[in-house]
């Protein structure tokens, strides 16, 4: 079963727009810090984050620069081909669940 389950900062202003067949998604960039990094490893890893369906879209919407929440959902890899020649991948969470920590955003548990 795939599902991860990050606490996350969220970076700059979340995205919300719709797909082509209508549905409503938001995107927002979390960072959060890996329990297996180096101690002199101070750079947070950079994550972005997915959100399909109104409820969990608007919420998404709602959320601010700088704000913690525990987010759950499913982890997914893209490969992406560089200008320069080469693979990279890059990780995406699928969102299901958002959970705020302080500011609270219309309900304190989401799910979708």
């Not at 490893?41 to 709602?62: D, F, H, M, Q």
């Not at 893209?78 to 969102?95: Q, S, Y």
């Not at 920590?101 to 304190?108: R, V």
């Amino acid at each position: 079963m795939n599902n991860c389950t990050l606490v996350i900062k969220v970076i700059g202003v979340p995205e919300y727009q719709y797909a082509s067949n209508g549905n409503p998604v938001a995107h927002c960039i979390g960072a959060f810090y890996s329990p297996y990094s180096k101690p002199e490893e101070t750079t947070p890893s950079i994550i972005k984050c997915i959100a399909w369906g109104e409820r969990l879209a608007t919420v998404v919407n709602r959320l601010e620069n700088g704000q913690e929440c525990i987010v759950t959902g499913r982890l997914n890899m893209n490969t992406i081909e560089r200008p320069e020649g080469f693979k990279e991948k890059k990780a995406e969470l699928v969102l299901e669940r958002i959970y705020s920590l302080g500011k609270q955003i219309a309900d304190p548990e989401i799910v979708f």
